[in-house]
């Protein structure tokens, strides 16, 4: 059976944020929720799951592709659980070749909500690392998402995407610009250290605010965080009463639910006189209830609010966009060659099988005068034979791969059996254990 690459899910483009927050996995859910999809998904051999603030996608591979995506979105749903109807408008499902270009674009930031942000390849290698640990990635992922890393480099180094872009940190920075003349006696309070929060903490640094409050729910890692911006830690269970000396606060921790309510805030605020606070919510779940924008003087942007304002060199990078493109198409297309190459494998093996058959028993007949050579011009008579062999099996096999694209899985298999008489060799693909940094060459 045939196996296609798939891909089903949401993102920032088809489902708003309080969608997205609802099917968000954590870190630490992915791999035993991989393990789970083993059990309730006969249709998919392999799998890996990225769930990012931006985008929450299964990537899989399977014989049956339909009956594959019901599986895909039925385990999502039961997994949050949530309704299918909760995102029936909202999740798309890509086959094959679209499959492959969406995850090639993806790692190349050409998915983004913003063009050229860097974290998303970072996010992408987790999730690899996490699918090969549940042992849910096989040979057709395993090479699909290192060609996705590769054309991420390429694009990297041979255009400008990622040059003076505008980022969601740096968005929010000019935001926070708006609301404070000065940062000279501020105090930003780090609420979880992950990349995107840390990089919006060192842009606020750089503009001169006063003190660095970092609290994490691992201590040593906000304490580690600290020390490198010159702030302090604060512990997670005791952060609270320093909202109130607060002027920025941003959010990136995960978390089922709002940290924080309009309720907690009211208080805060008084305690505060009032004075202005901006809050930063990059948490997918958010981090800060909606309702906080109703207070006076509690300025709130989540992720898409943050986005919607990164419009600054559009122009240019929508330029280098296009040349990032044109790499993609070139690179999927080697990928697409090889991947549909797999589907001869079984045959070109049976081929060979059989035809290395058919020389050794010819030699068996004519053992009896073979045997009574001396043992140079046997060796010689065997090299030739198999030189001979070789040759017809290079015509044979460079045909069935220069047809791949017209005589496709099992009517290359039904070829190769009029050619040699052999038995039709199922062409499926098996997933196999290999190690994360195995680069598959072409």
């Not at 944020?17 to 999809?37: M, N």
């Not at 492959?100 to 913003?114: E, G, I, Q, W």
């Not at 140079?376 to 030189?387: M, N, P, V």
Request: hydrophobic share 45%; net charge negative; charged share 30%.
């Amino acid at each position: 059976m045939t196996q296609s690459l798939l891909i089903t899910g949401v993102n920032h483009r088809t489902a708003a944020v309080e969608i997205r927050e609802r099917l968000a996995f954590g870190d630490d859910e992915l791999v035993p929720a991989l393990a789970r999809l083993k059990l309730v998904a006969p249709s998919v051999s392999e799998a890996a799951l990225i769930s990012t603030c931006n985008r929450v996608e299964m990537i899989a591979v399977a014989g049956e592709p339909e009956a594959a995506a019901k599986e895909l979105i039925g385990f999502l749903a039961a997994e949050r659980h949530v309704e299918p109807s909760l995102f029936a408008d909202c999740v798309y499902r890509l086959d094959g070749r679209e499959a492959a270009r969406h995850l090639f674009r993806v790692a190349t930031s050409l998915d983004s909500m913003v063009i050229g942000e860097p974290q998303i390849l970072g996010q992408l290698k987790d999730a690899y690392m996490r699918a090969a640990e549940a042992e849910t990635v096989g040979i057709v992922l395993h090479r699909a998402f290192h060609r996705a890393f590769s054309v991420a480099k390429k694009v990297r180094e041979r255009t400008l995407i990622g040059h003076g872009t505008v980022s969601v940190s740096s968005a929010a920075v000019n935001l926070a610009k708006q609301i404070f003349d000065s940062f000279e006696k501020k105090t930003v309070l780090l609420m979880g250290a992950g990349e995107m929060a840390e990089i919006t903490a060192r842009q606020l640094m750089r503009l001169g605010v006063e003190s660095l409050l970092i609290t994490n729910r691992t201590f040593d890692r906000a304490v580690e965080l600290a020390r490198a911006l010159s702030g302090t830690a604060v512990p997670f269970d005791n952060y609270r009463p320093y909202l109130k000396i607060a002027d920025v606060v941003i959010g990136s921790v995960t978390a089922s639910r709002p940290l924080l309510t309009r309720e907690d805030f009211e208080t805060i605020l008084h305690e505060r006189k009032y004075r202005p606070m901006f809050l930063i919510d990059l948490g997918v779940p958010r981090n800060f209830h909606q309702a906080l924008n109703e207070l006076d003087n509690v300025y709130l942007y989540n992720i898409d609010d943050l986005a919607a304002v990164t419009v600054d060199s559009r122009e240019e990078r929508e330029r280098e966009a296009q040349k990032a493109e044109t790499i993609v198409e070139v690179e999927l297309e080697s990928f697409w060659r090889w991947l549909s190459g797999l589907e001869l494998v079984p045959t070109i093996k049976d081929i060979r099988a059989n035809v290395e058959r058919l020389r050794e028993a010819e030699l068996r007949r004519h053992r009896a005068w073979l045997a009574a050579l001396p043992a140079d011009q046997r060796a010689h008579i065997e090299a030739l034979s198999r030189g001979i062999i070789n040759k017809i099996l290079h015509q044979i096999l460079s045909e069935l791969r220069r047809n791949n694209g017209v005589v496709e899985g099992i009517y290359a298999a039904e070829v190769a059996r009029r050619l040699l008489g052999s038995e039709l060799v199922s062409p499926a693909i098996k997933p196999a254990r290999v190690r994360i940094d195995d680069e598959p060459e072409d």
